[in-house]
């Protein structure tokens, strides 16, 4: 199975720095600056910062196709923070989301063969065990369960353990810890719409409101606003078949 990726990236961010030089290139959009700034206090706190900023720079691609490379290095300096802490809980995170973009263009085969998103799911897990009270894994979790559903079917739904119901139930316990991050409502109606978006209309389009609804902070939450209203728009106006192909092409 592959699996896509939830946008975790505008979570609490640590200011390991006292200066908010690294907060601000992030929030105004300059990932890579933001990346930078962080390498240069090679601590967890900071190496995780900078694979959260790649992520950030490789999602915002307007053809939805994270660059290799991106990714790639971001998944390096999620790794370097955990080869200093082995459960640091950011770090853990953002190698899932990096696994996971990885994981996302590949057959279902392909990903399978690579372990990216079992490898994903695991750390996701480990996180929720650590940090149950974390709405960002949760909204991982929930876009998980309904990838799975859609990619597998029933059938390898079941053999995985995946489930509308399940999914739901994190994205309601996501929201009820963060109500108003943009970010966990769009990907969760965006996977929900990929998956029915007839089924699920009342419930997608709920979701989609309340992301465009949300009071953002930073160039990254504007752009899942953004993201909302184009597939907002495509509900409207596209058959439901192409409606659920803008969907899954989505971030």
């Given at each position: ?170 994205y309601q316990r996501a929201i009820a810890i963060e109500p108003g991050d943009a970010s966990l409502h ?66």
């Amino acid at each position: 199975m592959r699996y896509v990726l939830i946008a975790l990236l505008v979570s609490a961010m640590p200011a390991f720095a006292e200066d908010q030089a690294h907060l601000n290139a992030f929030d105004e959009g300059r990932y890579e600056d933001a990346a930078a700034i962080a390498e240069t206090q090679p601590t967890p706190d900071a190496l995780a910062f900078a694979a959260r900023s790649l992520l950030a720079e490789a999602m915002s691609n307007s053809d939805y196709e994270p660059p290799l490379s991106l990714l790639n290095a971001a998944e390096t300096k999620a790794r370097d923070a955990l080869a200093i802490a082995p459960e640091h809980i950011e770090a853990r995170l953002q190698l899932a989301i990096a696994l996971s973009l990885k994981a996302r263009p590949l057959s279902n085969r392909e990903g399978m063969r690579t372990g990216y998103g079992k490898d994903a799911k695991s750390l996701a897990d480990g996180v929720l065990e650590d940090d149950p009270e974390n709405s960002y894994v949760h909204g991982f979790l929930a876009v998980w369960h309904l990838e799975v559903r859609r990619r597998g079917g029933s059938i390898g739904a079941s053999v995985m353990g995946a489930s509308v119901r399940k999914g739901r139930e994190h994205y309601q316990r996501a929201i009820a810890i963060e109500p108003g991050d943009a970010s966990l409502h769009w990907q969760y109606a965006r996977a929900l719409a990929a998956l029915n978006s007839k089924k699920y209309k009342n419930e997608i389009l709920e979701a989609l409101n309340h992301a465009i609804e949300c009071e953002t902070d930073s160039t990254l939450e504007n752009v899942m606003k953004e993201r909302a209203r184009i597939l907002l728009t495509a509900l409207e106006t596209k058959s439901r078949k192409n409606a659920e192909r803008v969907a899954a092409q989505m971030l």
